[in-house]
Nanobody, 124 residues
């Protein structure tokens, strides 16, 4: 599978933004998927994941209640809806996939395939 992330941009604090990850080459139904983010000089951190089959989602505390991960199997996409954005959400956001049928994964090293990243900048 190949992944391409899109939708980043510059927004003001409190605004919303939707990121999309488009998959090609295989169906996302075969994968557990996740969103990570990274600030220069820091390690890539998990934002949240959606399990294979779309059966469950997980969010890190710093985005819980503000961000929502969803997927559209017909379009072969995964979205990250980001609401109430804060300046500390500024980062490059990456989508990732792991071919799997039921596990939950939390670390960047767990994932086999990555999109190219899309930059989100939140101004105060």
């Amino acid at each position: 599978v190949q992944l391409q992330a899109s939708g980043g941009g510059l927004v003001q604090a409190g605004a919303s933004l939707n990121l999309s990850c488009t998959a090609s080459g295989d169906s996302i139904t075969n994968y557990a998927m996740a969103w990570f983010r990274q600030i220069p000089g820091k390690r890539r951190e998990l934002v949240g994941h959606i399990k294979w089959g779309g059966s469950g989602t997980y969010y890190e505390d710093f985005v819980k209640g503000r961000f929502t991960i969803s997927r559209d199997t017909a379009k072969n996409t995964m979205d990250l809806q980001m609401n109430s954005l804060k300046p500390e959400d500024t980062a490059t956001y990456y989508c990732a996939a792991k071919r799997d049928y039921g596990g939950a994964y939390f670390y960047a090293s767990d994932f086999e395939t990555w999109g190219q990243g899309t930059l989100v900048t939140v101004s105060s």
